[in-house]
């Protein structure tokens, strides 16, 4: 089955750069998307189809990918953006969707 | 506003059943593809199923296949998720979601708040 990849865990000081990736095969030919989750939220759609964003979700979240890998860059981060992110993509023929297992962003 | 609200979600016995629902309003509930997605206790998002408009494609994630019936009701802008022979890592907070638009592609953009559904003899 289709799986995603990404680094359990990632740390940056206030007003620094985050990149957090997510790896999968079939990454070159399907699309990538992007969730915020705090603890006892839903999550949040913060980038769909790789790089677009949705209305509301601030500038500072940018979305890119690249070959096998998916990244979503947090630039200036803020104390707020704590909490785990996950990436999303699905099987263009199936049409089922996977989530990788998230990377927990710890704000220094 | 957009809104989704589950209910029917509690504690089951092993190989029991149990029927989530979720109230969507603020849209036109009929145009979108509507998804179900849980998340079990201390652990990540999980995919679930999918139902597009018409309930013209259905789609379910291999752990739930034969097991989980997802349908919607559309003159009572409703979405069911119909969950037999549960087993303990069915235990989950389990999540409707809109599209962002009625485009398929494009990212799970409204979540409701989530039910939990709790799988123990």
């Known amino acids: 089955s289709y799986e995603l990849t990404q680094a359990p865990s990632v740390s940056v000081s206030p007003g620094q750069t985050a990149r957090i990736t997510c790896s999968g095969d079939?990454?070159?030919?399907?699309?990538a998307y992007w969730y915020h989750q705090r603890p006892g939220q839903a999550p949040t759609l913060l980038i769909y189809?790789?790089?677009k964003r949705p209305s509301g979700i601030p500038e500072r979240f940018s979305g890119s990918s690249s070959g096998t890998t998916a990244t979503l860059t947090i630039t200036g981060v803020q104390a707020e953006d704590e909490g785990d992110y996950y990436c999303?993509?699905?099987?263009?023929?199936?049409?089922?969707?996977?989530f990788g297992g998230g990377t927990k962003l710890t704000v220094l | 506003e957009v809104q989704l609200m589950e209910s029917g979600g509690g504690l089951v016995k092993p190989g029991g059943s149990l029927r989530l629902s979720c109230a969507a309003s603020?849209?036109?509930?009929?145009?979108?593809?509507m998804n179900w997605v849980r998340q079990a206790p201390g652990k990540g998002l999980e995919w679930v199923s999918s139902?597009?408009?018409?309930?013209?494609?259905?789609y379910y994630a291999d752990s739930v296949k034969g097991r989980f019936t997802i349908s919607r009701d559309d003159a009572s802008d409703s979405l069911f998720l119909q969950m037999d022979d549960l087993r303990a890592n069915d235990t989950a907070v389990y999540y409707c979601a809109r599209l962002l638009s009625s485009d398929f592609w494009s990212g799970f953009a409204y979540w409701g708040q989530g039910i939990l559904v709790t799988v123990s003899a």
């Open positions: 999303q993509s699905a099987d263009s023929v199936s049409r089922y969707w996977v």
């Open positions: 189809k790789d790089t």
């Open positions: 139902i597009t408009t018409n309930s013209s494609y259905i």
């Open positions: 079939a990454l070159p030919k399907v699309y």
């Open positions: 603020g849209f036109a509930y009929s145009d979108f593809t």
